[in-house]
Nanobody, 117 residues
């Protein structure tokens, strides 16, 4: 059974930093593409960052230069380092794993990030 578990969310002041983690179990992690999404109240879920199985990355324009994603295939983990956080970054952040062959997506339960003074 595939499971994704996010951690690292919390309350931070504007300009601060947080590091999110996503632990994956029950899957051949290294074969899959990974992504971070977020959903703010009243808004649709949006892509924040992606890291492919070959390690290539892409970022939403709103977070470029502030967020960095990485993966550790040995630990079956991905990370999202978030710097210079803004109030508009407040959302529930989700980790997603996509099997590139089947197109099947797996999601974590999400972790709340709140940026407020």
């Amino acid at each position: 059974q595939v499971q994704l578990v996010e951690s690292g969310g919390g309350l931070v002041q504007p300009g601060g930093s947080l590091r999110l983690s996503c632990a994956v179990s029950g899957s051949s992690f290294y074969r899959n593409d990974m992504g971070w999404f977020r959903q703010a109240p009243g808004k649709q879920r949006e892509l924040v960052a992606q890291i492919a199985r070959d390690g290539s990355t892409m970022y939403a324009d709103s977070v470029k230069g502030r967020f960095t994603t990485s993966r550790d295939n040995a630990k079956k983990m991905i990370y999202l380092q978030m710097n210079v956080l803004k109030p508009e970054d407040t959302a529930v952040y989700y980790c997603r794993m996509r099997n590139p062959l089947t197109g099947i997506d797996y999601w974590g339960q999400g972790t709340q990030v709140t940026v407020s003074s």
